[in-house]
């Protein structure tokens, strides 16, 4: 996995888009840009996951919030049907920008293939394995 894009399901309508890029991989870190894209908006910046996290990686499938160690993100996973997850990411604007965790800051919705969701967070965790 060098870089995974996955595309809102109306993308041609909203642009709505988020994109992790392996940027460097340690034997307990992984760092990853993640790029989120609206119809308006680019949020561009770096975070790490560390191989404690991979049991979160595994679970964003089941419903509600993940949280990694580095705090400037989390994933919540507000539905899993058939054809469709619904799921936002939310950034922490402290954590970015005055490196402390204050829980404020942006959420991105977006709506994706099931099999796309979980092969991106699979991707990741599986590169503790290698």
Known sequence: ?????LYDINYDSN???VCFEVVSIDEEVIDVRIIVTTGIYTFDFTSSFFDF???TLDSVSNIGDHHFTEPDFWITTLSLM???VTFY????NGALHNNM???S????RLNVSP???IRLFRSISELFNE
């Open 53 to 55: 996290d991979k049991v």
């Open 82 to 84: 058939n054809d469709t």
């Open 89 to 92: 990411i939310n950034i922490d």
């Open 1 to 5: 996995m060098n870089k995974v894009k």
């Open 115 to 117: 099999l796309e969701f």
């Open 15 to 17: 642009n709505s888009m």
């Open 105 to 108: 800051g942006v959420a991105v």
């Open 101 to 103: 965790y204050t829980e």
